[in-house]
């Protein structure tokens, strides 16, 4: 028998009915002999209808003593939904006991509303555990060295689960959520995708920051750092499905290099259409350009995908990059207003109807030929390639994105995913 | 400039619109450069949301284990109005910080649901203050020694205010709540009851127990112990009502012997048509009579209020008591059951309309022939006396509860308190 930490969302977590459903399939593994841990997070509504009543009250920002309060605020949803869920355990007849993140402690940096865990102690909970209780750890939050309250931002239960498993060392962390696993493609797009039963973790955070909404990246950041073995299953089967058929469902992501021997080259085929490009065209091809351009829109607390810059001619080069589409204008304007003009004025373009795909696959790192591959497959359906970007697990392109789904299934069935495999 | 603390209830708290009124009230008080600390209650129906949800997954009882999430669930929500609250007030340009109890912290012994505060400590409180800072403390809750949170009970936050003034050695503790202070009598009953500008705590204790629902009981227990001047004031003034005027509003509730000397006799008429009587007649005069009829009664939880044993006739003597007509019920079962048969089964009468009307008055310790001016003026309007109980600074009837309000009116014009009095 096992240390298992399991981690609810918040539409797991939605109401009563579902609080009491979780509660039995906890049972049911805390009854098997396993040692249970679980992190939910707040019932679903809840952490927008608190943050509501603050901008009701004040306009969000940056300030760090209102941010601290936010955290007093938002934490409360998840210590109401751990509560709840240690009363709905004590109704099956389970031993069960739930602490809020300052009382494990869960120890944090001070950065309000977006905290990075420091150190968790897991002491009180080991006591609980040998005393056979199931513990219960609210997710998304923690505390910092003044003893005050934060919150490790959106997703941050995902990330307190895996970060919890890694403490105390867990033999699985299953992170329960509304999808059954992670997929070759997304299957709205792609009817054939299929579900992949293992990924690596690389690849598992190139397809989470291209778009794969399953798992909150930073949570898969940690799983790869303290190597926990994190699998994603659905909270939507009967709470009473045979165990062993459980602890197998989903997809697990791993971090054995050894796994991945047998893998795919390319896993899946990623794609988000959030974002825009804009270039800056014919500009000196000389140092600190990249910087004068990108300084100003960092400083902006604008965030940018992808960069790229061409090789120089007649002493010129054009330089672009992709943001968000909702910061496109802002960005835009910045430019124009800032940047430009110190540049002698180039000229500028801009496209917000774009998309960019990715392929990714670990086994690109040691296989040549698979760029081209996706390049020739694009090329084939009459798809032109607008930008370029690779890094050792993944080739992006930006494409026209009326072709976005035309592209994600060529690629699909160029690099076989929709075959049966182990 | 003083230490003032502010106690502001669940209707005060109710809605973002009425925190921002008690942003704007506290934040006048921290303009005229006093210090200030908020004990804030839950946004009205917050709590019973919260034991609702737990209600659903489980039967509430007794079990500490259960109590203990109860504690979690529910004090989440002063955890969230103290936040709410100082987002209101930074948006007012008040610098302001908010503590939940475990981060006072405020100790408490572990009984989970109605524990009692053992001590505060007032460091970090200290150094926010001298910052400059308003500070808001979560009522109703702190935290037990291993660190579990922990609730005081119904009407908590009154109490969490009165010790944290205590701790504080603040200037004076104020409850705004919905009602503008101590009355003679209830204006409901009696039209022309007069506001006290002062009570003492003695009078006070007795007017809560006796159903003034103005301060919970354990509150004046504590200003009374820790001699804090404590003022009962209303929060539905406009908020922006000259400071010197509110500081003098509403009644203070005062602990020095000396300001009471030129007070009247009696300072109010209490009355509540909350109980019931059961009489055990005949029952031979001997010792354990009392314990054995009421032992059984307190280990069943029933609360007797009134005890009245009059002297003996030919060995025999009757035994009367009052408890909540809510146990009414209940007592008689129990005595007809358990208690009686052992007693030789004597007679037992009960009788659930009648009401306790009592005069309070801390002038009675000194003065003669105050309770027989009581009976004289009940006398005079036919009114029958069933039972007298009397205290040093109280003497209560028991009477058919049809006379309530003329029995009432009557006392208050007997002892002149409709006078305008300085």
């Known amino acids: 028998m096992a240390l298992i930490v399991h981690k609810y969302g918040g539409t797991s977590m939605g109401s009563t009915e579902r609080i009491r459903l979780v509660a039995k399939r906890v049972a049911k593994w805390a009854r098997a002999g396993h040692q249970m841990v679980v992190v ?37 949803g998840e210590q109401a939904s751990s ?56 997710g998304f939050q923690g505390v910092d060295e003044d ?25 699985e962390c299953l992170i329960f959520t509304d999808v059954d696993g992670v997929y070759t493609s997304d299957p709205r797009v792609v009817p054939e995708a299929r579900r992949l039963k293992t990924v690596s973790f690389e690849e598992m955070l190139e397809m989470a920051s291209l778009g794969s909404k399953v798992l909150q990246i930073r949570s898969v950041e940690f799983a790869g750092k303290y190597k926990v073995p994190l699998r994603v299953l659905s909270s939507f089967t009967e709470w009473d499905i045979d165990i062993d058929e459980e602890a197998q469902s989903g997809t697990l992501i791993t971090f054995e290099e050894d796994e991945q021997m047998e893998q795919a080259i390319v896993s899946g085929i990623a794609f988000n259409r959030d974002e825009a490009k804009i270039s800056v065209i014919s500009v000196p091809d000389k140092p600190g350009i990249a ?30 990059f992709t943001v968000h589409r909702n910061d496109y204008s802002r960005a835009m304007d910045l430019l124009k207003a800032k940047v430009l003009p110190a540049l002698g004025n180039p000229d500028v373009s801009g496209d917000t109807k774009i998309c960019k795909v990715s392929i990714v696959g670990i086994g690109m790192r040691s296989h040549v030929g698979v760029a081209s591959k996706m390049f020739r497959s694009l090329s084939e359906e009459g798809i032109n390639i607008q930008m370029i970007s690779t890094s050792e697990i993944k080739t992006s392109v930006v494409i026209d994105e009326k072709y976005m789904e035309l592209a994600v299934r060529a690629l699909h069935k160029a690099f076989d995913l929709e075959q049966n495999q182990a």
Chains 1, 2 share one sequence.
């Open 40 to 76: 939910p997070s707040a019932m679903s509504g809840e952490t927008n209808r608190l943050l509501g009543l603050a901008k009701e009250l004040s306009p969000q920002h940056e300030d760090s003593a209102h941010q601290r309060e936010l955290d007093m605020l938002a934490s409360t």
């Open 147 to 171: 003893n005050n309250i934060t919150t490790l931002g959106r997703g941050g239960s995902d990330t307190s689960a895996v970060a919890v498993a890694a403490a105390l060392k867990a033999h």
């Open 291 to 320: 910087y004068q351009i990108l300084g100003a829109v960092a400083q902006a607390n604008i965030e940018v995908d992808m960069i790229i810059q061409n090789i120089s001619k007649d002493g010129k080069t054009d330089f672009s």
């Open 83 to 138: 509560a709840l869920l240690a009363i709905a355990l004590q109704a099956e007849g389970i031993e069960a006991v739930s602490y809020a993140g300052w009382q494990v402690p869960i120890r944090t940096n001070n950065a309000f509303t977006k905290a990075r865990i420091e150190s968790i102690d897991d002491q009180r909970v080991r006591q609980d555990l040998q005393a056979g209780r199931v513990v219960i750890i609210t």
